[in-house]
């Protein structure tokens, strides 16, 4: 299965932007790129997926290099709500729709 | 707003003993996980299913067997549960053909086997 590297932890300031990044080189052609988080207590809640194209919502941003090997998740401004554990995921191809987690990023965020 | 439940938060089980841990989803949805989260470790795959009465392996499906009868509602049972199987465990459900689809987390339920 393909792995994803993501750094054990990073820290940010209240209201400045976030970037996580996150390489998977073995990343195939159908592999989505996932991002989930998972607050204090909680289940994981997703955040956002791509494929090749940069992409964005309302929680984030998800730059994808252009050979796929590497990817960021982008918290344009982060808040002490966004301090969670970031998890990067191939998604595999296929109907299933099965993820390999990993041990994500735990980001903390100073007031 | 999409509901995943999961009967309990927290379970306490002797060693042996049989457990059952129930998920129900209310979005109609085929998927269906069971994980496990453990420090260092991350979420881990036990079983998935895509449709009533089917199932798939994960990564880490020994000691471990799960019951699909309704769509709703996936249930994972510990035969005998062992004190390597204290752990957080985690349900989710997500739509599947024509994806991919988020999954849909439940809050967990801290299973203790003493």
């Known amino acids: 299965d393909a792995k994803t590297t993501q750094p054990n932890s990073m820290e940010s300031n209240e209201e400045e932007p976030v970037h996580l990044p996150c390489n998977h080189s073995t990343i195939s052609g159908t592999d989505y790129i996932h991002w989930y988080r998972q607050l204090p207590s909680q289940g994981p809640e997703y955040v956002i997926h791509g494929l090749t194209s940069n992409v964005n919502n309302r929680m984030a941003s998800l730059a994808i290099a252009e050979d796929r090997k590497s990817s960021t998740l982008i918290l344009h401004r982060a808040t002490l709500r966004d301090a969670a554990v970031y998890y990067c995921?191939?998604?595999?191809?296929?109907?299933?729709?099965?993820?390999?987690f990993g041990t994500g990023t735990l980001l903390a965020v100073q007031p | 707003d999409v509901k995943v439940t999961q009967s309990s938060r927290y379970l306490v089980k002797r060693t042996g003993e049989k457990v059952f841990l129930e998920c129900v989803q209310d979005?109609?949805?085929?998927?269906m996980f069971w994980y496990r989260q453990d420090p260092g470790l991350g979420l881990r795959l036990i079983y998935f299913s895509y449709d009533v009465k089917m199932k798939e392996k994960g990564d880490i499906p020994e000691g471990y067997s799960v019951s699909r009868e309704k769509k709703e509602r996936f249930s994972l049972i510990l035969e005998s549960a062992s004190t390597n199987q204290t752990s957080m465990y985690l349900c989710a459900s997500s739509f599947l053909a024509g994806g991919p689809y988020e999954q849909y987390f439940g809050p967990g339920t801290r299973l203790t086997v003493t």
């Open positions: 995921i191939l998604g595999l191809g296929g109907a299933t729709n099965k993820l390999i």
């Open positions: 979005m109609d949805h085929e998927n």
